[in-house]
């Protein structure tokens, strides 16, 4: 009987050495036969995986990083795979954006979609201006809106002022941040 309980005992702590090993550390594991598994990912996160409960999702949003001025391409390849992932606290997500501007490919036009990109910060100076050419055409597409009733509100008002006859909501690849 004794021999019993020793052995249930023994059982217990092993199952709870186990358990008390990180899910990070058993998914990086090496296993025989199979591949390997690499994490990069941000201190918090693993914590916050790991069920460490000091740290919760509120604390790992934080304020979103400031824009460098480069302005993203829809359809750039090295940017749209590099942003499929979370980057610090950018993503990339289907969307709408509110296209002001749409001209040839002659440097005029260049010149009209960067002007009117700059009508728009004057007006509406949080929303963010994207001036790319998309062949055969200069564009300038504004806002990042996660639906097409944000994009509906700011698009009303831009009609109102009369600033802006050519302007159309589009379907775009947007960035947000967690």
């Keep these: 009987m004794h021999k019993l309980i020793l052995i249930?005992?023994?059982?217990?702590?092993?199952?709870?050495?186990?358990?008390?090993?990180?899910?990070?550390?058993?998914?990086?594991?090496?296993?025989?036969g199979q591949g390997k598994v690499i994490l990069h990912q941000s201190q918090k996160i693993t914590e916050l995986v790991n069920g460490d409960a000091s740290i919760s999702p509120s604390a790992i949003k934080g304020k979103p990083a400031e824009t460098t001025g480069k302005k993203l391409q829809d359809g750039d390849p090295d940017e749209a795979?590099?942003?499929?992932?979370?980057?610090?606290?950018?993503?990339?997500?289907?969307g709408y954006r509110i296209q002001v501007y749409s001209g040839g490919n002659s440097r005029k036009a260049k010149n009209e979609a960067a002007a009117m990109g700059q009508r728009v910060r004057s007006m509406y100076g949080d929303l963010s201006?994207?001036?790319?050419?998309?062949?055969?055409?200069?564009?300038?597409?504004?806002?990042?809106?996660?639906?097409?009733?944000?994009a509906n509100e700011i698009f009303r008002q831009m009609k109102a002022t009369g600033r802006f006859s050519e302007a159309v909501i589009v379907k775009s690849k947007i960035i947000t941040y967690y």
């Design 81 to 94: 795979s590099a942003m499929q992932s979370i980057t610090g606290q950018k993503v990339r997500m289907n």
């Design 8 to 32: 249930f005992l023994m059982l217990g702590s092993a199952v709870e050495l186990s358990a008390q090993t990180k899910f990070t550390e058993q998914l990086q594991k090496p296993a025989a």
């Design 129 to 150: 201006i994207y001036t790319n050419f998309i062949s055969p055409h200069w564009i300038c597409r504004v806002g990042d809106f996660k639906s097409y009733e944000e």
